[in-house]
T-cell receptor, first 114, second 113 residues
Framework: GENVEQHPSTLSVQEGDSAVIKCTYSDSASNYFPWYKQELGKRPQLIIDIRSNVGEKKDQRIAVTLNKTAKHFSLHITETQPEDSAVYFCAARTMGSSGDKLTFGTGTRLAVRP | SQTIHQWPATLVQPVGSPLSLECTVEGTSNPNLYWYRQAAGRGLQLLFYSVGIGQISSEVPQNLSASRPQDRQFILSSKKLLLSDSGFYLC????????????FGSGTRLTVV
């Protein structure tokens, strides 16, 4: 089955700096890669996603890049703000035995220091 | 608009007691439905998913079961809870039409004592 690895597990940056979180996946058939932000005690919220036919996607301060050949994708947050502090999860969509499913990375706890 | 409901929000249950968590989706038909569990400070583990009524796929053999008695209803159950069943249980859905996006419910925080 699909295996998604995520690094780093924790990341601390100064406000205004950039943050980069990287993920690798194992199933070359994976075709959709979302990123979720989870604040303490809350549900994960989708912040950006990318499909396998696209190499890069940007939404204001957030961008995602995908390298299908190397099977890795990354989240880039620029001009970080304290409210960006949260746990971020990457995921990859694959086909299971009877339907599609998302496999998640282990998460990155981002702390933005004011 | 589509919405997903989960209840209860929190639950404290003794070891050996049964469990029933419910998830319903509104505003869509034939959604794909998913149950995930998140242990404290950990990632999201897929437990079950369903593409239609009565169709359940299990990802991890364990003390839990799932059922889908209606198109937009997904139930997670256990006959006898273990301490290791404690966690944050999240239901998610995806529309079968077009968009790939998976949306999570607000979750149930289960503590087994």
């Amino acid at each position: 089955g699909e295996n998604v690895e995520q690094h780093p597990s924790t990341l601390s940056v100064q406000e205004g700096d950039s943050a980069v979180i990287k993920c690798t996946y194992s199933d070359s058939a994976s075709n959709y890669f979302p990123w979720y932000k989870q604040e303490l005690g809350k549900r994960p919220q989708l912040i950006i996603d990318i499909r396998s036919n696209v190499g890069e996607k940007k939404d204001q301060r957030i961008a995602v890049t995908l390298n299908k050949t190397a099977k890795h994708f990354s989240l880039h947050i620029t001009e970080t703000q304290p409210e960006d502090s949260a746990v971020y999860f990457c995921a990859a969509r694959t086909m299971g035995s009877s339907g599609d499913k998302l496999t998640f990375g282990t998460g990155t706890r981002l702390a933005v220091r004011p | 608009s589509q919405t997903i409901h989960q209840w209860p929000a929190t639950l404290v249950q003794p070891v050996g007691s049964p469990l029933s968590l419910e998830c319903t989706v509104e505003g869509t038909s034939n959604p794909n439905l998913y149950w995930y569990r998140q242990a404290a400070g950990r990632g999201l583990q897929l437990l079950f998913y369903s593409v239609g009524i009565g169709q359940i796929s299990s990802e991890v053999p364990q003390n839990l079961s799932a059922s889908r008695p209606q198109d937009r209803q997904f139930i997670l159950s256990s006959k006898k809870l273990l301490l290791s069943d404690s966690g944050f249980y999240l239901c998610a859905w995806r529309s079968p039409e077009g968009r790939n996006r998976y949306t999570f419910g607000s979750g149930t925080r289960l503590t087994v004592v």
